[in-house]
């Protein structure tokens, strides 16, 4: 197969690596992780990778518009430039696949050693334009589009056809942009004249995700459902987090409350961190339950969480106010907190439980 336009083939002072020794599968699996096997296209991958980088071909792309309604064009580098890009992606890719590799879970935080891994299909955005990028008629962006650019992408394509790809996918202005305050300039007939900034297109070795094979790997967990648009598994994880922990606690205006936390990014966030906290002391759950909510916020009254009811009836009160929206969430995880040194309450939104 050949890449997805013309472009600069650096062969000398692209370097070959072979993929570093690895542990099996099994013990690559961090004990505080998911569990599962790795899958055996990217076990085979590792070998592969050694022939495509070889003398790999480089073609680079750039999406503009939204990554759910892209516009893809090919970008052509200067022979220098691509064999910068060509060891930077190898780099990237190798020192992805030296970690331990843990299927993606929206409620687990993977460690520096750690990557995760989805199968591509589970991630729509990416897998729709990752198919075009392999496409060998992109046209060939000029610079002179008026849409922005959202995301750059790198294919690298072995002599056999074999290709990995990386892409950097921050949002919207990531790659073009520029220090606040710095201007370009160009000499032009003895003047020094502006570079128009919606012209300039700035480049960093830095990636999001890879795809390899079926599979893509990223390290931010965030990156499959708020940057790749595929928040689905997020959204059931954080739902299932919040009828968990509210099964024996009375709110009103709960449908709203389930609403927010299932579709607000900073809200699913907040049920990846319950869960996993419920998932490391299932006692915790026991703790939740109306009577001892209401004890503690009558206690607490500065915690700012209102009831309504009489009685037995008692029951918390959501407020969707962008001041009090959070309340109930953080009060579920527990983050108003006491210190036994200064007897001081602090709201602590990331704790380590430590042992009494």
């Not at 299927?103 to 995760?116: A, K, Q, T």
């Not at 008629?137 to 922005?148: I, T």
């Not at 390290?219 to 997020?234: E, G, I």
């Amino acid at each position: 197969m050949t890449s997805a336009s013309t472009h600069a083939t650096p062969t000398t002072g692209a370097p070959t690596h072979a993929p570093p020794a690895r542990a099996t599968p099994e013990q690559a699996t961090p004990a505080a992780g998911p569990h599962t096997t790795t899958p055996d296209a990217l076990v085979a991958a590792r070998a592969d990778l050694e022939a495509l980088f070889t003398e790999p071909t480089l073609s680079t792309a750039l999406v503009r518009h939204s990554l759910t309604e892209p516009i893809v064009s090919a970008v052509d580098f200067t022979v220098g430039l691509a064999e910068d890009v060509v060891t930077d992606v190898q780099a990237y890719v190798l020192g992805l696949l030296e970690k331990e590799l843990a299927p993606y879970d929206p409620s687990y935080r993977p460690g520096s050693h750690e990557v995760l891994v989805d199968e591509l299909a589970n991630a729509p955005a990416l897998a729709d334009l990752h198919a075009r990028l392999l496409t060998d008629d992109l046209p060939l962006d000029r610079g002179d589009a008026p849409e922005p650019v959202v995301a750059m992408a790198h294919v690298l394509t072995g002599a056999d056809g074999d290709r990995v790809a990386v892409y950097r996918l921050k949002g919207e202005g990531i790659a073009t942009r520029r220090v606040r305050g710095v201007r370009a300039l160009l000499p032009r007939d003895g003047y020094w004249e502006p570079v128009p900034t919606d012209r300039l297109l700035y480049y960093s070795p830095r990636f999001d995700a890879a795809v390899i094979g079926e599979h893509v790997l990223f390290t931010a967990v965030t990156t499959l459902a708020q940057q790749l648009q595929a928040p689905d598994r997020a959204q059931r994880m954080a739902r299932t987090t919040f009828a968990t922990a509210t099964a024996a606690v009375a709110i009103e205006g709960v449908d709203q409350l389930t609403e927010a936390v299932s579709t607000e990014p900073a809200m699913i966030a907040k049920m990846a961190q319950l869960s996993r906290l419920l998932t490391a002391d299932p006692e915790y759950a026991s703790a939740l339950t109306t009577p001892n909510l209401v004890s503690f916020v009558d206690r607490n009254p500065q915690f700012g969480v209102e009831t309504t009811g009489e009685g037995e009836q008692r029951r918390l009160v959501y407020e969707a106010a962008p001041q009090t929206r959070f309340l109930i969430v953080k009060l579920l995880a527990d983050d108003l907190l006491r210190s036994d040194l200064t007897d001081r309450r602090y709201e602590a939104g990331t704790k380590h439980r430590v042992a009494d």
